[in-house]
């Protein structure tokens, strides 16, 4: 059974930094192209950052400089990095897990960044 857990949200006030979690069970993490993708209220759902296997990352425009990814493959874990937090990335946050074969999401956690 696959599973990805979400840790490490919650409520921040805007400019400090949260570190979010994903902890993969039942798959060949290594193998997977991972992603952060988030949802605000009345939004769809949509790419935050992501990494390939070969540690390529991309990221949407609105989170560069602000947003690190990364993975540790031995730990089955993967990471984002959130820094100089604003309102505007209140979300909820989902962890993915993609292959040509599969794509499996996480619950959810919920970011929110207000004073």
């Known amino acids: 059974q696959v599973q990805l857990v979400e840790s490490g949200g919650g409520l921040v006030q805007p400019g400090r930094s949260l570190r979010l979690a994903c902890r993969a069970s039942g798959i060949i993490f290594r193998n997977t192209v991972m992603g952060w993708y988030r949802q605000a209220p009345g939004k769809e759902r949509e790419l935050v950052a992501r990494?390939?296997?070969?540690?390529?990352?991309n990221y949407a425009d609105s989170v560069k400089g602000r947003f690190t990814i990364s993975r540790d493959n031995v730990l089955n874990t993967g990471y984002l990095q959130m820094n100089s937090l604003k309102p505007e990335d209140t979300a909820v946050y989902y962890c993915?897990?993609?292959?040509?074969?599969?794509?499996?999401w996480g619950q959810g956690i919920q970011v929110t960044v207000s004073s």
């Open positions: 993915n897990a993609w292959t040509y074969l599969n794509n499996y």
């Open positions: 990494i390939e296997t070969g540690g390529i990352t």
